[in-house]
């Protein structure tokens, strides 16, 4: 495994209270493998991704608890410096939402995809350049010798995410965090980003994690699905399973509410209700106040139930 | 890029004339200058016939026509009191007063990005506080207060500088302190802000999460975006600046532009005044072209717009 | 429908919590004084008593309590002229914020929302007005008419106008864009409405704090004209008055130039802590100014 | 010719104290307060001027160390009266040459008249208004003849200037103006606007017994008090020039220092509205009051820091100077018992304009003092703040606004001073267009008689025996104002270094006709 | 019931020309839903400012039930300022916070009649009631609700006047998958309940398959296919639908995204393609498509595209 979590809380701590956005989640990544960390926003997925990272809010954010393991070193105990110097960009690299704003406006596309392979002591000189103009080529970025040194607004937004996702594999990590990389897209850009991640994958082997809300990315991307409910992973499992059987009420209820094409219905099946707040979350199940299938017993945590070929949900009605 | 220039010079063109228009006419409105020009027991006919001389006695409005047409030959007619053209009293001291100018303005960035960036970094923090008060300091003391403190101090006490005087780097300390120190404040403040702003934005997220260490974080990557806000204005601080100059020109024995203008209105010499506001006028036009040309090198998107 | 269940209402108590009292207390002692006037000082600010001319601090050797700070060269109460400083640092202070505020606010306003011609109109006066130093303006004008308050006053509001102008004509650009004013327009509400509806409060935040931070700007402005000589003028007094003229007793009554720097520096100090406290309250967006 | 005086060298050369014969070398750096705008005398508008151009340029009478007037460019010279109409002949001094080495003759004395009567050039062509002709006798001889008596010119130092023709024709008015050439102790070398003068010592100067013995003066210009006393304490500077009244304390016990204190050439006093009728000065009564009210030698003591003397109507030194005329004593109890004699026991309020300009140290502060007193005997006092311009303004009668109270006001003609001119302006009734009590808010007829014949009056014994009897009225009604004190000046320089002796030139201390380095 | 003809509107920027509506013809029917589709920067928005008055087209017709906008009075066009409301995509942006959310309510209603202040609560409770919320949000402040809350609060708002038309701009895409079956499902009630008109402008294809009636696709400021949108989405007929399509994601692991149905980038609208826009990027370019502007084919379901069939 790339990456093992267990049990990881993160919490904020706000003026408001404590808001523990990430609620004891456990996950794997392969080698190889795409999971998709999929939840509607407050959900705790970006947060996950960050603890990864351990890039959380300054002041406010701090892992509570939990392990994570990369390659079966421990990073939660990690100092700050070395995480900066071997974790971050080296082994575990990011692409983020918004590809507008996620590059350096004021710095030529060079100098910023060379800053990582400079700062991890990948290369340095005429090597650097090379290898610049080769990572930019494997993102298909045209004839990326010449625009070494434009900037990012001469670039198109999608032709920026692949500089960003330059960025991230010049270093061939072994874990690469794509925190919703397609949301700001268009849907014909978004589905070149969703191919160039499926070839960095095949080029490069990394383990990906996914952070989406949207299912059909998700569905065509991942190998693995993990759906995130207030700050917990309801279910996980094959991506297959989840969509065609798919276990937890919560997973049930979101597919049933999305539209999709083709598929045209008189009404669409809402999920009443909104997320509880994760000061003060529900005792029990925290889909429970929303959930169709609600019984008494889901004031109480619900059992974690393994249910065939690692796809597993928490929920009491599976037990 | 030319359409550019161009353009900021048309409407500075157009900015000047305003500023002309409004010294000019309020100028005028502040008394005759000619009878302190003449003794107590002078004859009216004198007073007159200097009127006549300097063309005092005609409409206001052909007075202006005049002034504007000489003045677009290079002739701001002569001093009353100095006796020679105002024109070359003032380019004269301008020199000395863009220097003052622009060594309170580097006095001033020097003090503010640094604090304005370590305010930013520890926000909420004693650095964040002590620098901050430190720069308001500045902008809690009157201008020629800060020069005497500082001539009482450094001049007289130590001294390590001299307290008056213009032509070597030591003369122009004190008088870059006393100007520099007021935009302090207001400069840490947009740094800050700006820093805060940039600190806070995804791309710096990225530079962390890619592993760019914190030094390089702050004072490379996010100190260059977080100047475009600072380049922007100062122009208007260097206008702030010649406006200072009007009075710690007169501390420091400066020989500028401001104690010249001052000296004038209160002669009522309005070709000096006329010619020194001008000329700062332009300056200030000028300095804001420039900036403008300038923020282009830092912020590489506005070099495309234009 | 369980969209009904709505939060409950806070009250933001915690915004009281953090509240600058040091520089609130400043400012307050400046405002007892300033409503007190002579009433509350020890002594007449202008009373001249020549045989007191140069007492020192009553902590200083020859000093009395009769004269707590000391008295200035023609034997006035330094203290008493402090007190009677703040109130006229107050009201110069108060017309002339409330002038360029609403002047320049209108301005910045019309420009910003109406943009095109009238903007550009606007955009060249404040450049027009940023291009003459504002202490030469000042200086003219002074001369133009009898120094003195109101002369400190006009000149105050014709140099800042621009100063609240160019501001709040930057956030009404960045609200008018706006969905709730898009919204409004769209529905057939009036300009007039939109602008006392959704623009003026909106810019209420923006201009209390550009206020609080004017009140420094003002005092040192008015310190600098006096120092020229143009400033507030006898039997007024003002700090930058005190200042300016004792600043040739420099060393033979450290306190003439002292106790009044103080003032001044403690006062605009309080001003700016409180400015700056506020626009973290008010407007975290504007830090920057 | 029927000789009135003649020669009037009383105080010859020779008497003179002996200068160092040392060579002149070395450079001296002295920082003065004020800055002239113009370099020429004939050009000057303002007294600052000469402390300037008085270094370079030279009259044919002066003033010695004692404020007697001496021959200097005259080595003789007498007035005379042909057909009732004066005649003032003058022998100038040979061997005097410009600093480009031109000997001085009539001709350039000729033509310095002819640049001050041009109003172009001068604005003091009125002066010589009397003048009808200038006859050339020879080289160094030269006549003036007068339509009428002009009692001020004797005292003026026959009011002329030793102008190089040659030159100024040669070189143009520009160049002329940059660079200017005259007979003084000091040629001209470089000048920077706001910031300093250069001068050296002119190797070819006539005077070798009364001239400076350093080569190199440096005049620095340093208007604010404070930073002018630091470069001197620091050392960029080794004379000073006006040191601030409250420090002239510290000056006078600093450690090798010298100090001259002096009175200057101004003369201050507060006018009273007399010519509206309904102003309560027209009561002689209130007039006294106010004279009674004042305490000035208190205000010359604390305000002034006795940098001030005491005078009444005319200075010590000054031609009609009265020892017997004593200054009002401070007696408010008198003052406010004459108040109330004048029928306004409660007293009245008035506008009192005060002067706030800060070429005249501490006027300021010592109006505001004087308006205190007055307030304190009921002649309560609206003090109104004027800087030069507004006030200058406010002086005048041709033009709005009317001063109707009481103001701050002086009049300075140089050292010793003459009376004569400026009374003319401030005592004599306005007359629209004749120049004739252009500041003036006393109507008294015969005070403008009086006056009229002073004007005209050359005989100084006579002249002298006239102003006296014109101050002597003046006091005694309080008319033209209340004269309070003439200001003084403290020069200070470094004892160890500088080899200093004052001169009041052409009307002012600042004069380096004999300075040197020790 | 609205119609468009020819709308063109151009911007003059410092860069150049913005061509970003260029001849855009449609009808939008009553009692039924028109949605605009299209990618960012298409013209969509302009398109929809337009019609609310907010732009002026630089040439071309908007018509209201046959009366032409551009020629109303100022009275006339206050009336159809009444019928046409809108309902924006960020319920954080679209209202002022402020204003009390009775205030933002009543705010169209007070503009256009003044019922006086028991009338207005009372409509506000009414509509508020409407939308799913209890009468006591009037006196609450816009940041003290979710998302989903505030964009009922905005379809109150956009309702209280009892419009015939609503423009809705991305009305759901700020929201959460779960809310926004909400929304949409509010939304087609109401359209039920009071006869409404919706013109929808949307990104998302299966929601605009699922919501509308009638749907036009905009590419680079031209209209490239329009439809019943049964039709559209069964038969595609213009290139840049069939990419569009086969570019959408499905929630559905077995379902294959064709990546090649539209290479390249989307064109500046500074400096559009000549001929058809969307040649550049069109897999079935021929040389006439480089030159020719294709005008709109068939009816009612019309494409633009050289390749298709009149």
Same mark, same amino acid.
């Given at each position: 495994?790339?990456?093992?979590?267990?049990?990881?809380?993160?919490?904020?701590?706000?003026?408001?209270?404590?808001?523990?956005?990430?609620?004891?989640?456990?996950?794997?990544?392969?080698?190889?493998?795409?999971?998709?960390?999929?939840?509607?926003?407050?959900?705790?997925?970006?947060?996950?991704?960050?603890?990864?990272?351990?890039?959380?809010?300054?002041?406010?954010?701090?892992?509570?608890?939990?392990?994570?393991?990369?390659?079966?070193?421990?990073?939660?105990?990690?100092?700050?410096?070395?995480?900066?110097?071997?974790?971050?960009?080296?082994?575990?690299?990011?692409?983020?939402?918004?590809?507008?704003?996620?590059?350096?406006?004021?710095?030529?596309?060079?100098?910023?995809?060379?800053?990582?392979?400079?700062?991890?002591?990948?290369?340095?000189?005429?090597?650097?350049?090379?290898?610049?103009?080769?990572?930019?080529?494997?993102?298909?970025?045209?004839?990326?010798?010449?625009?070494?040194?434009?900037?990012?607004?001469?670039?198109?937004?999608? $032709?920026?995410?692949?500089?960003?996702?330059?960025?991230?594999?010049?270093?061939?990590?072994?874990?690469?965090?794509?925190?919703?990389?397609?949301?700001?897209?268009?849907?014909?850009?978004?589905?070149?980003?969703?191919?160039?991640?499926?070839?960095?994958?095949?080029?490069?082997?990394?383990?990906?994690?996914?952070?989406?809300?949207?299912?059909?990315?998700?569905?065509?991307?991942?190998?693995?699905?993990?759906?995130?409910?207030?700050?917990?992973?309801?279910?996980?499992?094959?991506?297959?399973?989840?969509?065609?059987?798919?276990?937890?009420?919560?997973?049930?209820?979101?597919?049933?509410?999305?539209?999709?094409?083709?598929?045209?219905?008189?009404?669409?099946?809402?999920?009443?209700?909104?997320?509880?707040?994760?000061?003060?979350?529900?005792?029990?199940?925290?889909?429970?106040?929303?959930?169709?299938?609600?019984?008494?017993?889901?004031?109480?945590?619900?059992?974690?139930?393994?249910?065939?070929?690692?796809?597993?949900?928490?929920?009491?009605?599976?037990? | 890029?030319?359409?550019?220039?161009?353009?900021?010079?048309?409407?500075?063109?157009?900015?000047?004339?305003?500023?002309?228009?409004?010294?000019?006419?309020?100028?005028?409105?502040?008394?005759?200058?000619?009878?302190?020009?003449?003794?107590?027991?002078?004859?009216?006919?004198?007073?007159?016939?200097?009127?006549?001389?300097?063309?005092?006695?005609?409409?206001?409005?052909?007075?202006?026509?005049?002034?504007?047409?000489?003045?677009?030959?290079?002739?701001?007619?002569?001093?009353?009191?100095?006796?020679?053209?105002?024109?070359?009293?003032?380019? !004269?001291?301008?020199?000395?007063?863009?220097?003052?100018?622009?060594?309170?303005?580097?006095?001033?960035?020097?003090?503010?990005?640094?604090?304005?960036?370590?305010?930013?970094?520890?926000?909420?923090?004693?650095?964040?506080?002590?620098?901050?008060?430190?720069?308001?300091?500045?902008?809690?003391?009157?201008?020629?207060?800060?020069?005497?403190?500082?001539?009482?101090?450094?001049?007289?006490?130590?001294?390590?500088?001299?307290?008056?005087?213009?032509?070597?780097?030591?003369?122009?300390?004190?008088?870059?302190?006393?100007?520099?120190?007021?935009?302090?404040?207001?400069?840490?403040?947009?740094?800050?802000?700006?820093?805060?702003?940039?600190?806070?934005?995804?791309?710096?997220?990225?530079?962390?999460?890619?592993?760019?260490?914190?030094?390089?974080?702050?004072?490379?990557?996010?100190?260059?975006?977080?100047?475009?806000?600072?380049?922007?204005?100062?122009?208007?601080?260097?206008?702030?600046?010649?406006?200072?100059?009007?009075?710690?020109?007169?501390?420091?024995?400066?020989?500028?532009?401001?104690?010249?203008?001052?000296?004038?209105?209160?002669?009522?010499?309005?070709?000096?005044?006329?010619?020194?506001?001008?000329?700062?006028?332009?300056?200030?036009?000028?300095?804001?072209?420039?900036?403008?040309?300038?923020?282009?090198?830092?912020?590489?998107?506005?070099?495309?717009?234009? | 429908?369980?969209?009904?269940?709505?939060?409950?209402?806070?009250?933001?108590?915690?915004?009281?919590?953090?509240?600058?009292?040091?520089?609130?207390?400043?400012?307050?002692?400046?405002?007892?004084?300033?409503?007190?006037?002579?009433?509350?000082?020890?002594?007449?600010?202008?009373?001249?008593?020549?045989?007191?001319?140069?007492?020192?601090?009553?902590?200083?050797?020859?000093?009395?309590?009769?004269?707590?700070?000391?008295?200035?060269?023609?034997?006035?109460?330094?203290?008493?002229?402090?007190?009677?400083?703040?109130?006229?640092?107050?009201?110069?202070?108060?017309?002339?914020?409330?002038?360029?505020?609403?002047?320049?606010?209108?301005?910045?306003?019309?420009?910003?929302?109406?943009?095109?011609?009238?903007?550009?109109?606007?955009?060249?006066?404040?450049?027009?007005?940023?291009?003459?130093?504002?202490?030469?303006?000042?200086?003219?004008?002074?001369?133009?008419?009898?120094?003195?308050?109101?002369?400190?006053?006009?000149?105050?509001?014709?140099?800042?106008?621009?100063?609240?102008?160019?501001?709040?004509?930057?956030?009404?650009?960045?609200?008018?864009?706006?969905?709730?004013?898009?919204?409004?327009?769209?529905?057939?509400?009036?300009?007039?409405?939109?602008?006392?509806?959704?623009?003026?409060?909106?810019?209420?935040?923006?201009?209390?704090?550009?206020?609080?931070?004017?009140?420094?700007?003002?005092?040192?402005?008015?310190?600098?004209?006096?120092?020229?000589?143009?400033?507030?003028?006898?039997?007024?007094?003002?700090?930058?008055?005190?200042?300016?003229?004792?600043?040739?007793?420099?060393?033979?009554?450290?306190?003439?130039?002292?106790?009044?720097?103080?003032?001044?520096?403690?006062?605009?100090?309080?001003?700016?802590?409180?400015?700056?406290?506020?626009?973290?309250?008010?407007?975290?967006?504007?830090?920057?100014? | 010719?029927?000789?009135?005086?003649?020669?009037?060298?009383?105080?010859?050369?020779?008497?003179?104290?002996?200068?160092?014969?040392?060579?002149?070398?070395?450079?001296?750096?002295?920082?003065?307060?004020?800055?002239?705008?113009?370099?020429?005398?004939?050009?000057?508008?303002?007294?600052?001027?000469?402390?300037?151009?008085?270094?370079?340029?030279?009259?044919?009478?002066?003033?010695?160390?004692?404020?007697?007037?001496?021959?200097?460019?005259?080595?003789?010279?007498?007035?005379?009266?042909?057909?009732?109409?004066?005649?003032?002949?003058?022998?100038?001094?040979?061997?005097?040459?410009?600093?480009?080495?031109?000997?001085?003759?009539?001709?350039?004395? $000729?033509?310095?008249?002819?640049?001050?009567?041009?109003?172009?050039?001068?604005?003091?062509?009125?002066?010589?208004?009397?003048?009808?002709?200038?006859?050339?006798?020879?080289?160094?001889?030269?006549?003036?003849?007068?339509?009428?008596?002009?009692?001020?010119?004797?005292?003026?130092?026959?009011?002329?200037?030793?102008?190089?023709?040659?030159?100024?024709?040669?070189?143009?008015?520009?160049?002329?103006?940059?660079?200017?050439?005259?007979?003084?102790?000091?040629?001209?070398?470089?000048?920077?606007?706001?910031?300093?003068?250069?001068?050296?010592?002119?190797?070819?100067?006539?005077?070798?017994?009364?001239?400076?013995?350093?080569?190199?003066?440096?005049?620095?210009?340093?208007?604010?008090?404070?930073?002018?006393?630091?470069?001197?304490?620091?050392?960029?500077? !080794?004379?000073?020039?006006?040191?601030?009244?409250?420090?002239?304390?510290?000056?006078?016990?600093?450690?090798?220092?010298?100090?001259?204190?002096?009175?200057?050439?101004?003369?201050?006093?507060?006018?009273?509205?007399?010519?509206?009728?309904?102003?309560?000065?027209?009561?002689?009564?209130?007039?006294?009051?106010?004279?009674?009210?004042?305490?000035?030698?208190?205000?010359?003591?604390?305000?002034?820091?006795?940098?001030?003397?005491?005078?009444?109507?005319?200075?010590?030194?000054?031609?009609?100077?009265?020892?017997?005329?004593?200054?009002?004593?401070?007696?408010?109890?008198?003052?406010?018992?004459?108040?109330?004699?004048?029928?306004?026991?409660?007293?009245?309020?008035?506008?009192?304009?005060?002067?706030?300009?800060?070429?005249?140290?501490?006027?300021?502060?010592?109006?505001?003092?004087?308006?205190?007193?007055?307030?304190?005997?009921?002649?309560?006092?609206?003090?109104?703040?004027?800087?030069?311009?507004?006030?200058?303004?406010?002086?005048?009668?041709?033009?709005?606004?009317?001063?109707?109270?009481?103001?701050?006001?002086?009049?300075?003609?140089?050292?010793?001073?003459?009376?004569?001119?400026?009374?003319?302006?401030?005592?004599?009734?306005?007359?629209?267009?004749?120049?004739?009590?252009?500041?003036?808010?006393?109507?008294?007829?015969?005070?403008?008689?009086?006056?009229?014949?002073?004007?005209?009056?050359?005989?100084?014994?006579?002249?002298?025996?006239?102003?006296?009897?014109?101050?002597?009225?003046?006091?005694?009604?309080?008319?033209?104002?209340?004269?309070?004190?003439?200001?003084?000046?403290?020069?200070?320089?470094?004892?160890?270094?500088?080899?200093?002796?004052?001169?009041?030139?052409?009307?002012?201390?600042?004069?380096?006709?004999?300075?040197?380095?020790? | 019931?609205?119609?468009?003809?020819?709308?063109?509107?151009?911007?003059?920027?410092?860069?150049?020309?913005?061509?970003?509506?260029?001849?855009?013809?449609?009808?939008?029917?009553?009692?039924?839903?028109?949605?605009?589709?299209?990618?960012?920067?298409?013209?969509?928005?302009?398109?929809?400012?337009?019609?609310?008055?907010?732009?002026?087209?630089?040439?071309?017709?908007?018509?209201?039930?046959?009366?032409?906008?551009?020629?109303?009075?100022?009275?006339?066009?206050?009336?159809?300022?009444? $019928?046409?409301?809108?309902?924006?995509?960020?319920?954080?942006?679209?209202?002022?916070?402020?204003?009390?959310?009775?205030?933002?309510?009543?705010?169209?209603?007070?503009?256009?009649?003044?019922?006086? &202040?028991?009338?207005?609560?009372?409509?506000?409770?009414?509509?508020?009631?409407?939308?799913?919320?209890?009468?006591?949000?009037?006196?609450?402040?816009?940041?003290?609700?979710?998302?989903?809350?505030? $964009?009922?609060?905005?379809?109150?708002?956009?309702?209280?006047?009892?419009?015939?038309?609503?423009?809705?701009?991305?009305?759901?895409?700020?929201?959460?998958?779960?809310?926004?079956?909400?929304?949409?499902?509010?939304?087609?009630?109401?359209?039920?309940?009071?006869?409404?008109?919706?013109?929808?402008?949307?990104?998302?294809?299966?929601?605009?398959?699922?919501?509308?009636? !009638?749907?036009?696709?905009?590419?680079?400021?031209?209209?490239?296919?329009?439809?019943?949108?049964?039709?559209?989405?069964?038969?595609?007929?213009?290139?840049?639908?069939?990419?569009?399509?086969?570019?959408?994601?499905?929630?559905?692991?077995?379902?294959?995204?064709?990546?090649?149905?539209?290479?390249?980038?989307?064109?500046?609208?500074?400096?559009?393609?000549?001929?058809? &826009?969307?040649?550049?990027?069109?897999?079935?370019?021929?040389?006439?498509?480089?030159?020719?502007?294709?005008?709109?084919?068939?009816?009612?379901?019309?494409?633009?595209?050289?390749?298709?069939?009149?």
């Amino acid at each position: 495994m790339v990456l093992e979590v267990h049990n990881l809380h993160t919490h904020l701590h706000l003026k408001r209270g404590i808001l523990r956005a990430v609620d004891g989640i456990s996950l794997t990544v392969g080698e190889g493998e795409t999971l998709g960390l999929v939840g509607e926003s407050g959900s705790g997925k970006t947060l996950t991704g960050l603890s990864l990272l351990r890039l959380l809010p300054k002041g406010s954010g701090r892992i509570a608890e939990g392990s994570i393991k990369l390659d079966g070193q421990e990073l939660t105990t990690l100092s700050d410096s070395a995480m900066a110097r071997d974790i971050r960009g080296r082994r575990i690299a990011m692409i983020m939402q918004d590809p507008m704003t996620s590059l350096n406006p004021v710095f030529s596309i060079g100098d910023q995809v060379s800053n990582p392979l400079r700062n991890h002591n990948i290369a340095q000189g005429a090597t650097l350049r090379s290898k610049v103009i080769s990572v930019l080529t494997q993102v298909r970025i045209p004839s990326a010798e010449k625009r070494l040194g434009d900037y990012p607004h001469q670039f198109s937004g999608g $032709q920026r995410q692949r500089i960003v996702a330059a960025m991230a594999i010049g270093c061939t990590p072994r874990l690469l965090v794509a925190d919703e990389p397609t949301t700001a897209l268009d849907v014909t850009i978004q589905v070149q980003i969703i191919a160039l991640l499926r070839q960095i994958q095949a080029d490069t082997g990394t383990g990906i994690i996914l952070i989406t809300h949207d299912l059909g990315v998700a569905a065509s991307l991942c190998h693995r699905i993990a759906v995130m409910y207030a700050g917990r992973i309801v279910e996980t499992g094959p991506v297959r399973r989840i969509y065609k059987s798919p276990a937890h009420p919560y997973t049930q209820a979101l597919l049933a509410a999305i539209p999709r094409l083709g598929d045209k219905r008189a009404r669409l099946q809402a999920i009443p209700g909104q997320p509880p707040s994760l000061i003060d979350p529900p005792q029990g199940c925290r889909f429970a106040p929303r959930c169709p299938a609600r019984m008494d017993k889901c004031a109480e945590p619900p059992p974690t139930v393994t249910l065939a070929d690692g796809h597993e949900a928490a929920c009491w009605k599976l037990a | 890029m030319l359409a550019l220039v161009l353009r900021r010079l048309w409407q500075g063109a157009i900015s000047i004339l305003g500023a002309s228009v409004i010294i000019f006419v309020i100028s005028r409105l502040s008394g005759d200058p000619v009878v302190m020009l003449v003794p107590p027991d002078a004859p009216p006919s004198l007073i007159a016939e200097i009127r006549t001389q300097y063309g005092l006695d005609q409409p206001l409005v052909w007075q202006y026509l005049l002034f504007i047409g000489h003045a677009l030959t290079g002739d701001f007619g002569n001093s009353y009191r100095w006796q020679m053209p105002a024109l070359k009293l003032i380019l !004269d001291r301008l020199p000395a007063t863009i220097q003052l100018a622009a060594c309170g303005l580097l006095f001033s960035v020097a003090l503010a990005v640094p604090i304005g960036v370590l305010s930013a970094v520890h926000r909420g923090g004693w650095i964040d506080r002590i620098g901050r008060i430190f720069a308001m300091l500045g902008q809690a003391m009157p201008a020629f207060w800060v020069g005497l403190l500082l001539i009482l101090v450094f001049a007289v006490q130590l001294n390590w500088l001299p307290a008056f005087g213009h032509g070597t780097p030591a003369h122009v300390v004190l008088p870059a302190i006393a100007l520099g120190w007021y935009p302090v404040a207001a400069q840490t403040r947009i740094v800050r802000s700006a820093m805060l702003d940039v600190l806070d934005s995804d791309h710096i997220r990225l530079s962390r999460a890619l592993g760019t260490p914190e030094r390089l974080i702050v004072w490379k990557y996010a100190l260059r975006n977080a100047a475009v806000p600072l380049l922007t204005m100062l122009g208007v601080y260097f206008a702030a600046m010649l406006g200072g100059a009007f009075v710690v020109e007169t501390i420091f024995a400066w020989p500028g532009v401001g104690r010249t203008v001052v000296e004038a209105v209160f002669s009522r010499d309005f070709p000096v005044v006329q010619a020194g506001v001008l000329f700062t006028s332009i300056l200030f036009v000028l300095s804001n072209l420039l900036v403008d040309l300038s923020y282009g090198l830092v912020d590489p998107r506005i070099r495309d717009v234009r | 429908m369980s969209a009904s269940t709505l939060p409950a209402r806070r009250i933001p108590w915690a915004a009281l919590r953090r509240l600058p009292w040091l520089p609130l207390l400043v400012l307050g002692a400046v405002g007892i004084a300033a409503i007190g006037g002579e009433a509350i000082s020890p002594h007449d600010p202008n009373g001249l008593d020549l045989s007191a001319s140069f007492k020192p601090p009553a902590w200083q050797d020859g000093g009395s309590w009769d004269y707590p700070l000391g008295a200035d060269n023609l034997g006035r109460d330094i203290l008493s002229r402090i007190m009677a400083g703040c109130g006229v640092s107050v009201i110069v202070a108060f017309y002339a914020i409330l002038f360029s505020g609403s002047i320049g606010a209108l301005a910045g306003m019309i420009a910003g929302y109406f943009g095109g011609r009238v903007d550009a109109v606007l955009m060249r006066l404040i450049e027009i007005q940023q291009s003459v130093p504002s202490i030469a303006l000042a200086l003219i004008l002074a001369a133009a008419m009898e120094p003195g308050l109101s002369t400190v006053v006009i000149v105050i509001v014709l140099t800042y106008w621009a100063w609240y102008a160019r501001i709040i004509r930057g956030e009404i650009m960045a609200l008018k864009g706006r969905d709730y004013i898009a919204f409004a327009r769209t529905a057939g509400v009036s300009t007039p409405v939109i602008f006392r509806r959704h623009l003026l409060p909106n810019i209420f935040n923006t201009l209390v704090v550009l206020g609080t931070l004017q009140v420094g700007q003002v005092i040192l402005f008015e310190a600098s004209l006096s120092f020229l000589g143009l400033g507030i003028q006898q039997p007024d007094i003002s700090w930058g008055l005190m200042l300016s003229d004792a600043r040739q007793y420099i060393t033979n009554a450290w306190w003439g130039i002292t106790m009044p720097g103080i003032a001044i520096m403690l006062t605009c100090l309080s001003a700016n802590i409180f400015g700056d406290w506020l626009r973290d309250r008010l407007d975290p967006q504007m830090r920057q100014l | 010719m029927k000789p009135w005086i003649t020669g009037l060298a009383a105080a010859s050369l020779a008497a003179l104290p002996l200068a160092q014969g040392l060579a002149q070398s070395g450079t001296l750096t002295v920082g003065l307060g004020a800055e002239a705008t113009i370099m020429d005398p004939t050009r000057s508008s303002a007294g600052v001027d000469s402390y300037f151009f008085g270094q370079m340029f030279e009259q044919l009478l002066r003033t010695d160390p004692d404020l007697k007037q001496i021959n200097w460019l005259a080595e003789s010279w007498n007035l005379a009266d042909e057909g009732g109409k004066p005649v003032i002949t003058v022998k100038i001094r040979p061997g005097v040459t410009f600093h480009n080495g031109d000997p001085v003759t009539s001709a350039d004395f $000729q033509y310095g008249m002819q640049r001050q009567q041009d109003p172009k050039l001068s604005r003091f062509s009125h002066l010589l208004n009397a003048v009808e002709a200038f006859e050339v006798i020879d080289d160094l001889t030269f006549r003036l003849r007068f339509k009428e008596g002009d009692g001020s010119f004797i005292t003026s130092n026959l009011h002329l200037w030793a102008m190089p023709k040659r030159h100024i024709e040669k070189v143009g008015e520009e160049e002329y103006q940059r660079a200017p050439v005259g007979t003084g102790p000091w040629k001209f070398v470089s000048r920077t606007v706001k910031e300093e003068l250069r001068l050296e010592a002119y190797e070819g100067y006539w005077n070798k017994q009364n001239r400076p013995t350093v080569k190199n003066l440096v005049i620095k210009i340093i208007p604010e008090d404070l930073t002018r006393v630091a470069a001197y304490k620091t050392g960029a500077i !080794d004379w000073i020039d006006a040191v601030p009244p409250a420090a002239t304390a510290e000056f006078a016990k600093l450690e090798n220092t010298s100090t001259y204190t002096a009175v200057t050439g101004n003369n201050l006093f507060l006018n009273f509205n007399t010519h509206q009728p309904n102003s309560p000065f027209n009561d002689v009564r209130v007039r006294r009051a106010a004279a009674h009210a004042i305490d000035m030698d208190a205000i010359i003591k604390r305000v002034l820091f006795d940098q001030g003397e005491r005078y009444a109507e005319i200075g010590r030194g000054t031609p009609g100077y009265d020892p017997d005329l004593k200054p009002y004593p401070y007696d408010p109890r008198r003052a406010r018992a004459l108040l109330a004699e004048a029928g306004h026991p409660r007293g009245f309020e008035v506008p009192c304009y005060n002067l706030t300009t800060p070429r005249e140290p501490n006027i300021k502060e010592m109006g505001e003092a004087a308006y205190a007193y007055l307030s304190a005997i009921g002649i309560r006092c609206q003090i109104r703040q004027l800087e030069y311009g507004a006030w200058i303004n406010l002086g005048r009668r041709d033009a709005p606004p009317e001063m109707d109270g009481i103001v701050s006001w002086m009049w300075s003609h140089g050292l010793p001073g003459d009376p004569g001119t400026p009374w003319l302006g401030h005592l004599h009734s306005y007359q629209a267009g004749k120049g004739l009590g252009s500041y003036s808010y006393t109507d008294n007829a015969e005070m403008d008689a009086l006056l009229r014949q002073q004007q005209t009056t050359m005989d100084p014994v006579k002249r002298e025996a006239l102003l006296k009897q014109i101050a002597r009225i003046k006091h005694d009604q309080v008319l033209g104002g209340l004269t309070t004190y003439r200001p003084m000046v403290t020069i200070a320089w470094r004892t160890s270094k500088v080899a200093f002796k004052p001169w009041p030139s052409p009307g002012f201390w600042r004069n380096f006709q004999e300075i040197g380095l020790k | 019931m609205l119609s468009l003809q020819n709308v063109t509107k151009h911007y003059q920027t410092r860069r150049g020309t913005v061509r970003a509506v260029e001849g855009v013809s449609f009808d939008v029917r009553p009692k039924s839903t028109l949605a605009l589709v299209g990618e960012s920067g298409c013209g969509k928005t302009t398109i929809a400012k337009m019609i609310l008055q907010l732009e002026r087209p630089t040439a071309g017709a908007i018509a209201f039930e046959g009366a032409d906008t551009a020629t109303m009075n100022a009275a006339q066009l206050k009336a159809y300022r009444r $019928q046409v409301m809108a309902v924006f995509q960020d319920p954080y942006a679209s209202l002022n916070p402020r204003l009390r959310v009775g205030t933002i309510i009543a705010e169209p209603l007070l503009a256009h009649e003044n019922p006086g &202040r028991a009338a207005t609560e009372k409509r506000v409770a009414e509509v508020l009631d409407i939308v799913g919320l209890p009468a006591t949000a009037a006196r609450l402040y816009p940041h003290e609700f979710s998302g989903g809350q505030r $964009q009922r609060i905005a379809i109150a708002r956009a309702l209280a006047l009892r419009p015939r038309l609503m423009v809705l701009d991305e009305p759901v895409s700020a929201l959460d998958v779960s809310i926004r079956a909400q929304v949409l499902n509010l939304l087609a009630d109401i359209q039920l309940e009071f006869g409404l008109t919706y013109l929808i402008i949307a990104h998302d294809l299966a929601l605009v398959e699922h919501f509308s009636n !009638d749907v036009a696709v905009i590419y680079l400021g031209r209209v490239a296919e329009a439809g019943p949108t049964e039709q559209v989405f069964a038969q595609p007929r213009h290139p840049y639908t069939q990419a569009l399509l086969a570019a959408v994601p499905q929630p559905d692991p077995d379902h294959v995204l064709n990546e090649a149905a539209a290479a390249g980038e989307i064109a500046s609208a500074l400096d559009p393609p000549s001929g058809c &826009r969307f040649h550049p990027r069109c897999p079935l370019a021929i040389d006439i498509c480089r030159t020719t502007t294709p005008e709109p084919r068939g009816t009612p379901h019309q494409a633009a595209c050289h390749l298709v069939e009149a």
